[in-house]
């Protein structure tokens, strides 16, 4: 996953960190911070990260890149 802005299909822009991994698990998890507000670091599994999602009867990314950060 490429580090950089990524918006959310609600709107919010969120810039992702890195990848890294469950200690117990192995499971990949998306490093990110909030691009408004207090900034606050999120950790989120990587295959929801990457999902899509039903939007008015459509899929669309959960998160799409935008552009380096």
């Known amino acids: ?3 950089g802005r990524y918006r959310h299909y609600k ?4 810039i992702v960190i ?3 991994r ?3 698990t192995e499971e990949e998890l998306v490093v ?3 691009d408004y507000g207090d900034r606050s670091l999120w950790l989120r599994p990587k295959a929801m990260f ?3 999602v039903e939007v008015e ?3 669309v990314p959960r998160f799409r890149y935008v ?3």
């Open 67 to 69: 552009s380096e950060a």
């Open 11 to 14: 709107g919010n822009d969120y």
């Open 50 to 52: 990457e999902e899509t």
């Open 57 to 59: 009867g459509q899929r």
């Open 18 to 20: 890195g990848v890294a």
């Open 22 to 24: 469950h200690s117990e």
């Open 32 to 34: 990110y911070r909030t």
């Open 1 to 3: 996953m490429q580090p």
